[in-house]
């Protein structure tokens, strides 16, 4: 059984920064996608950032991001430790919502199957 654990979030001011780190138990990340997404009160989910594995002996490792927040986010991925960050920086008040890691594995493309229980961050002006 497959279980996302998120954690990191918190209140900030404008331009501070945040990481949330998203830890996987069940399943290692070779093929799939982890991702980040967001949602705020009133608005749709949605998905910032994700890293997809082609799986395999070696598998190529894809970061791709959202245009709200390219060259704020950065998302990265640790192997070893099942875990996938998201470093957040020059937050602002706009980014405040409950951050939700999401997984799926063992295939390209699709819905997302496993979801953490969501972290705050608000982000004061």
């Known amino acids: 059984q497959v279980h996302l654990v998120e954690s990191g979030g918190g209140l900030v001011q404008a331009g501070d920064s945040l990481r949330l780190s998203c830890a996987a138990s069940?399943?290692?990340?070779?093929?799939?996608?982890m991702g980040w997404f967001r949602q705020a009160p009133g608005k749709e989910r949605e998905l910032l950032a994700r890293?997809?594995?082609?799986?395999?002996?070696?598998?190529?490792?894809?970061?791709e991001y959202a245009d709200s927040v390219k060259g704020r986010f950065t998302i990265s991925r640790d192997n070893a430790k099942n875990t996938v960050w998201l470093q957040m920086n020059n937050l602002k008040p706009e980014d405040t919502a409950v951050y939700y890691c999401?997984?799926?594995?063992?295939?390209?493309?699709?819905?997302?199957?496993?979801w953490g229980q969501g972290t705050q961050v608000t982000v004061s002006s």
């Open positions: 069940g399943r290692t990340f070779r093929s799939g996608a």
């Open positions: 999401a997984a799926y594995f063992d295939r390209q493309g699709g819905s997302y199957d496993y």
């Open positions: 890293i997809t594995g082609t799986g395999g002996v070696a598998p190529t490792y894809l970061a």
